[in-house]
Nanobody, 122 residues
């Protein structure tokens, strides 16, 4: 039973940085998609960045491309966030997908989710 746990959220000023981590209790994982999503109050859950754990191919939403970087090691996925803006404030979730085509950032493709970590940018 795979569990995902996010950490690294917090409050920062605009222009600041945060690094989120997501650890999978299932240990080293085979090649598939892992993604970061975010949901702000009153807004839909939106894909931020995804990574194919096989070859580390990465994909980003247009709103974060150039500011956020997704990466992975054997058991964790990271989201480095730079030049944060107030509109980046949200609960950020880590999720895993059984698929290998990771360019689609739709949340419906992901079936296991962490509980989220709050990011607040002021």
């Amino acid at each position: 039973h795979v569990q995902l746990v996010e950490s690294g959220g917090g409050s920062v000023q605009a222009g600041g940085s945060l690094r989120l981590s997501c650890v999978s209790s299932g240990g080293p994982y085979a090649g598939h998609c892992m993604g970061w999503f975010r949901q702000a109050p009153g807004k839909a859950n939106a894909g931020v960045a995804t990574i194919y754990t096989g070859d580390a191919s990465t994909y980003y939403s247009s709103s974060v491309r150039g500011r956020f970087t997704v990466s992975r090691d054997n058991t964790k996925v990271f989201l480095q966030m730079r030049n944060l803006k107030p509109e980046d404030s949200a609960v950020y979730y880590c999720a895993t997908s059984p698929y290998q085509a990771c360019s689609d950032l739709s949340a419906s493709r992901y079936n296991k989710w962490g509980r989220g970590t709050q990011v607040t940018v002021s």
